[in-house]
């Protein structure tokens, strides 16, 4: 289950976290960008909450059936969109929420609470009854463990982490054949539908055994789009930053996982607490957790960790987020995933709505220079200038090595063997230096600060000499960047 299913040259995706079912961004944008694939939030039927006038975005984590139907849109509108992203070359994959149902106690039985619920349901302890899927009372883990995960569990006890409830959430067992078979019968629903793959919300919470006895049997992709004797591609929502009873390492089996240590490597570095010149080795075996290229999804921040108080890097910090993402996207480690974020202040603040009825969750609107409207309420990260470049730098230096790597103080410099060249220079005062960029003659236009459009570079210009070699000078606390898609003139 590890081959990503997207396009050669389009080994991004990007998480457009709480959107609508929309084609349009994959027929108007991502198809043009480089983007291969969008990770969408989970579209069936989830609880609708109330509070302050907002529904918070954490409802999507709390299923109540497998109908596709959602704060994001009908089944009607999930299939018109898979179906047109699939045309342009785009693939979806959907986060899969198998390891629970609601949050016990809160009981809900009100079929038209919101525009999400057609299923009646009720959490409450013992009850526990989801008609629509179905699943009853014996389909929890309840006689196995009656109460949530302790925070000493995820350091000694690997059983409760995965029979406990995660913060209350009504607790599946899938060594039930009944539950095995309903979660197998939305996945292969979805497939039919034709996305390519998925996020598997909370893997750590479930055993490596039973997701696999339920992958196996998955159907193989759509041949019409996919061709034939593909696998669905799976990312396994796994934290392992070491220290822990369940380890990444149980999981690689069966799909890759989100590796937190890579973000976490680049933010330390960003923020100087290492040195950015030590990224040049951040790939397998860089400290724990990063394993295999085939075994790990790559990101800067999730939905999750955009919200923790740590030191990671977020929208919100504006241009050392551009050079984490810049340096992701340039380099060669694993498959990579972009976020794309609304603007919030607080954790359970809901997507932007504009007012729609039954909270049913908003649309950006867009500028004339293709980012969106921060008016609209959304960030659009993988819209920004540096973001959206770098990803088309990324597709252009596909399967090209890392080479050339210069290092100084608080600064990495590299080739992609003569597709491209990256810069990125953390330290407080110009970096003037020759490289050898390994790229053909000419003038090429930096896409990092700027963006060639037609035969006119809106940022600085490098020009390459006849042995590949280039003065060039990287700003402080900035990035270069160059590629044969950004030779002024044609490649
Ligand atoms: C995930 N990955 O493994 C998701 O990335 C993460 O966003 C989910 O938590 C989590 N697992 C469960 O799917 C989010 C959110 C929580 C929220 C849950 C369920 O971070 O805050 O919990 O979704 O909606 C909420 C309340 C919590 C309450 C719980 C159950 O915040 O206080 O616990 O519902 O009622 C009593
Ligand atoms: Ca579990």
Same mark, same amino acid.
């Given at each position: 289950?590890?081959?990503?299913?997207?396009?050669?040259?389009?080994?991004?995706?990007?998480?457009?976290?709480?959107?609508?079912?929309?084609?349009?961004?994959?027929?108007?944008?991502?198809?043009?960008?480089?983007?291969?694939?969008?990770?969408?939030?989970?579209?069936?039927?989830?609880?609708?909450?109330?509070?302050?006038?907002?529904?918070?975005?954490?409802?999507?984590?709390?299923?109540?059936?497998?109908?596709?139907?959602?704060?994001?849109?009908?089944?009607?509108?999930?299939?018109?969109?898979?179906?047109?992203?699939?045309?342009?070359?785009?693939?979806?994959?959907?986060?899969?929420?198998?390891?629970?149902?609601?949050?016990?106690?809160?009981?809900?039985?009100?079929?038209?609470?919101?525009?999400?619920?057609?299923?009646?349901?009720?959490?409450?302890?013992?009850?526990?009854?989801?008609?629509?899927?179905?699943?009853?009372?014996?389909?929890?883990?309840?006689?196995?463990?009656?109460?949530?995960?302790?925070?000493?569990?995820?350091?000694?006890?690997?059983?409760?982490?995965?029979?406990?409830?995660?913060?209350?959430?009504?607790?599946?067992?899938?060594?039930?054949?009944?539950?095995?078979?309903?979660?197998?019968? =939305?996945?292969?629903?979805?497939?039919?539908?034709?996305?390519?793959?998925?996020?598997?919300?909370?893997?750590?919470?479930?055993?490596?055994?039973?997701?696999?006895?339920?992958?196996?049997?998955?159907?193989?992709?759509?041949?019409?789009?996919?061709?034939?004797?593909?696998?669905?591609?799976?990312?396994?929502?796994?934290?392992?930053?070491?220290?822990?009873?369940?380890?990444?390492?149980?999981?690689?089996?069966?799909?890759?996982?989100?590796?937190?240590?890579?973000?976490?490597?680049?933010?330390?570095?960003?923020?100087?607490?290492?040195?950015?010149?030590?990224?040049?080795?951040?790939? /397998?075996?860089?400290?724990?957790?990063?394993?295999?290229?085939?075994?790990?999804?790559?990101?800067?921040?999730?939905?999750?960790?955009?919200?923790?108080?740590?030191?990671?890097?977020?929208?919100?910090?504006?241009?050392?987020?551009?050079?984490?993402?810049?340096?992701?996207?340039?380099?060669?480690?694993? =498959?990579?995933?972009?976020?794309?974020?609304?603007?919030?202040?607080?954790?359970?603040?809901? /997507?932007?709505?504009?007012?729609?009825?039954?909270?049913?969750?908003?649309?950006?609107?867009?500028?004339?220079?293709?980012?969106?409207?921060?008016?609209?309420?959304?960030?659009?990260?993988?819209?920004?200038?540096?973001?959206?470049?770098?990803?088309?730098?990324?597709?252009?230096?596909?399967?090209?090595?890392?080479?050339?790597?210069?290092?100084?103080?608080?600064?990495?410099?590299?080739?992609?063997?003569?597709?491209?060249?990256?810069?990125?220079?953390?330290?407080?005062?110009?970096?003037?230096?020759?490289?050898?960029?390994?790229?053909?003659?000419?003038?090429?236009?930096?896409?990092?600060?700027?963006?060639?459009?037609?035969?006119?570079?809106?940022?600085?210009?490098?020009?390459?000499?006849?042995?590949?070699?280039?003065?060039?000078?990287?700003?402080?606390?900035?990035?270069?960047?160059?590629?044969?898609?950004?030779?002024?003139?044609?490649?």
């Amino acid at each position: 289950f590890d081959d990503s299913n997207t396009l050669f040259d389009r080994q991004t995706m990007v998480h457009l976290f709480e959107w609508r079912h929309v084609a349009n961004e994959c027929e108007n944008f991502l198809q043009f960008n480089g983007y291969g694939a969008v990770q969408v939030s989970p579209p069936n039927e989830h609880i609708m909450i109330y509070t302050n006038d907002d529904v918070p975005w954490w409802v999507r984590y709390q299923p109540v059936s497998y109908r596709l139907n959602s704060r994001s849109g009908t089944e009607a509108q999930f299939q018109n969109m898979v179906d047109r992203c699939n045309k342009v070359g785009v693939r979806i994959i959907v986060d899969s929420v198998l390891n629970h149902m609601v949050g016990v106690g809160q009981k809900s039985d009100d079929p038209g609470h919101g525009s999400s619920g057609t299923a009646s349901y009720d959490g409450r302890d013992g009850i526990e009854s989801f008609p629509a899927v179905p699943y009853s009372s014996t389909d929890f883990h309840d006689p196995v463990c009656h109460g949530d995960i302790q925070d000493s569990d995820y350091q000694y006890n690997a059983n409760n982490v995965r029979n406990c409830r995660l913060s209350g959430l009504l607790d599946l067992n899938h060594a039930s054949q009944h539950v095995r078979n309903m979660a197998v019968a =939305y996945l292969t629903s979805l497939i039919n539908a034709g996305v390519a793959g998925f996020r598997l919300d909370a893997s750590k919470h479930m055993f490596p055994d039973d997701l696999q006895a339920m992958l196996e049997k998955l159907p193989n992709l759509r041949a019409d789009i996919f061709g034939t004797n593909q696998k669905p591609f799976v990312v396994h929502e796994v934290i392992d930053r070491g220290g822990e009873a369940i380890k990444v390492t149980e999981y690689i089996a069966i799909g890759r996982y989100t590796n937190f240590n890579f973000g976490a490597a680049v933010a330390s570095a960003i923020w100087k607490q290492s040195d950015v010149a030590g990224l040049s080795t951040l790939g /397998p075996g860089f400290g724990y957790g990063n394993l295999d290229d085939h075994d790990v999804l790559n990101f800067i921040d999730n939905h999750d960790n955009q919200r923790d108080d740590q030191p990671y890097l977020t929208y919100k910090n504006g241009d050392q987020y551009r050079m984490g993402n810049a340096y992701m996207l340039a380099w060669t480690y694993g =498959y990579i995933r972009v976020m794309s974020s609304f603007a919030f202040d607080f954790h359970d603040q809901g /997507p932007p709505n504009m007012g729609a009825p039954n909270y049913a969750t908003g649309s950006p609107t867009f500028n004339p220079d293709n980012t969106c409207d921060a008016r609209s309420g959304w960030v659009c990260e993988h819209r920004w200038p540096t973001i959206r470049q770098m990803v088309q730098f990324r597709a252009a230096c596909q399967g090209r090595a890392a080479t050339e790597i210069v290092t100084e103080s608080n600064r990495i410099a590299f080739a992609r063997e003569q597709n491209g060249f990256f810069a990125m220079n953390n330290a407080d005062s110009d970096w003037n230096r020759q490289f050898d960029t390994t790229l053909p003659a000419g003038s090429y236009c930096d896409q990092y600060d700027g963006e060639l459009k037609g035969s006119m570079c809106t940022g600085q210009t490098i020009t390459i000499d006849n042995d590949g070699k280039a003065s060039v000078r990287i700003p402080a606390r900035a990035c270069i960047a160059f590629s044969v898609i950004s030779r002024i003139g044609g490649r």
